[in-house]
């Protein structure tokens, strides 16, 4: 069922995971810290090793969903509806074209060299023929996108996760993830628009957002019809952490989920 389920909503796990990174990652950082040391309850029933800070996590949860619906999401909707279709689908490929920076260096960084050059290919393709990336030639070219951050590279190199954390504003993550916020921050934000004034950049980062949330309007009907017999954080939280796990072993972890938890170390027979 979690399989099925995260297959379902990886896209806009993807999304909410692409966009949210973006946010003031330095302030949330700070943010999440000073909760984790002030919040050690933890939820009646049996501790999730996993997810040792549960409380503190559903709180931020609970806010996190909280300014969705009085911010984020009326604000998609609105953009969705005085927005054409043609004009939103071209926002939505200059983005992702611009993310491709980032996958390309997690690539060189994890020794992927084949994966590499045809994400720098798929780049350069989209860039030019596709004008800045805003029609997406690549992908009807057969050249696939790809999803690369730090997090992963740092996870590809045997670094553990460590607990689950849900930050603020950005959402589910590890501490291992969290780490790797910065180097993609510095990598996406601070190069490419680094000749950009502030403003500029904050509006940028707020079409990206707005962008992302309504990519995945049509999709979240599934995530909350499924709450609906489950609890919703746990839906998110195992759903997240295996599609990591995934993402990790490129798409082809132990058939035995026991072999390995979350965890362990990436053995190096199932690096590639």
Known sequence: MLIWLNNK????????????????FALCLAVTAGLLLSACATVPGPANPKDPYQSTNRAIFKFNQTLDELAVKPAAQAYRFITPQFVRTGIHHFFSNLNDVTVIINDILQGKASQGGRDALRFTVNTTVGLLGFIDVATQAGLEKHHEDFGLTLGHWGVSPGPYLVLPLLGPSTVRDTIGLAPDYEARYALLFNNMSITHRDEAFVLE????????????????DVALSSDHYNIIRDAWLQRRRNQIYDGNPPADPDDLT??????????R
């Open 209 to 224: 957002t707005v962008s992302v949330r309504e990519g995945f309007m049509d999709d979240e009907d599934l995530i909350n």
């Open 262 to 271: 979350d965890d362990d170390p990436v053995p190096t027979s199932q690096k």
């Open 9 to 24: 909503i990886a896209k806009p796990l993807n999304g909410i995971e692409r966009s949210f990174k973006r946010l003031r």
